[in-house]
């Protein structure tokens, strides 16, 4: 990571539902894309929120989710998801997004993984090469 460049980190404390096991009490594999999801809209929704989105005709949508697993985690149990996204000085066509879910009982990871988002112009889906001008400054001043 350069001097410059700055790591934005936010936490969401999740309990799983019982929607949310199977029927040996395990969460679904897909569930932690959705925490993913929320770790990633936390940060992403002090950029642009979805109504200033749709006004501005852009969007931010998922182009890589990868998830690992090392424990499993089930119906009640206290998860911490943790969040971490570099600040990029130049925008490339993607932002990256790290994620670690830990259980708070035992402070072992769960799952960690990574979500990549690109910016297009929507509804055309055509990609953005940069962003508008107040979203830039938005995310560059994010704490």
């Known amino acids: ?3 410059n460049q700055r790591s ?7 309990t ?3 929607h949310q096991v199977d029927m040996m009490g395990v969460v679904h594999n897909c569930e932690y894309f959705h925490w993913f999801e929320e770790g990633r809209l936390q940060i992403m929704q ?3 929120a979805l109504q200033d989105a749709t006004e501005l005709g852009v969007a931010a949508p998922v182009v890589e989710n990868i998830c690992r697993y090392y424990k499993f985690a089930g119906f009640g149990d206290s998860l911490l998801l ?3 996204h570099k600040i990029v000085p130049v925008y490339q066509g993607k932002l990256k997004f790290s994620h670690s879910l830990v259980n708070e009982k ?3 990871e769960i799952a960690d993984g990574e979500s990549t988002v690109t ?3 929507f509804p055309s889906k055509k990609l953005l090469k940069e962003w508008p001008a107040d979203l830039w400054t938005r995310y560059q001043n994010l704490k």
């Open 1 to 3: 990571m350069s001097a």
């Open 8 to 14: 934005i980190i936010r936490r969401v404390k999740l």
């Open 16 to 18: 799983p539902g019982f």
């Open 46 to 48: 002090e950029v642009i």
């Open 82 to 84: 943790t969040t971490i």
């Open 106 to 108: 035992t402070r072992e």
């Open 119 to 121: 910016l297009i112009e």
